[in-house]
């Protein structure tokens, strides 16, 4: 599971016990060179294919959590 989202949130919440919302971000506008290609050439400001958001909701440090 190494490299997939399933396991990016598994890792996620085993350290930090608390399930994440990842969000990723395709390539809104796509040339394809060739009908079998597998990768896009992303077009326009603002594409970021192949990236991803994490968010958590961590407790408070008062809570117990260690002072990083």
């Known amino acids: 599971m190494r490299g997939t989202?399933?396991?990016?949130q598994?890792?996620?919440q085993?350290?930090?016990g608390v399930?994440?919302?990842i969000i990723e971000h395709p390539a809104n506008d796509c040339a394809w060179a060739e009908r079998r290609a597998r990768?896009?050439?992303a077009l326009g400001?603002?594409?970021v294919p192949f990236s991803?958001?994490?968010n958590l909701c961590l407790p408070p440090?008062?809570?117990?959590?260690?002072?990083?």
């Open 14 to 16: 085993i350290y930090t």
């Open 19 to 21: 399930t994440p919302q």
């Open 5 to 8: 989202l399933r396991g990016l």
């Open 61 to 68: 440090l008062s809570a117990g959590w260690p002072a990083f």
């Open 45 to 47: 400001k603002g594409n």
């Open 52 to 54: 991803f958001t994490v």
């Open 10 to 12: 598994e890792y996620l």
């Open 39 to 41: 990768r896009g050439i």
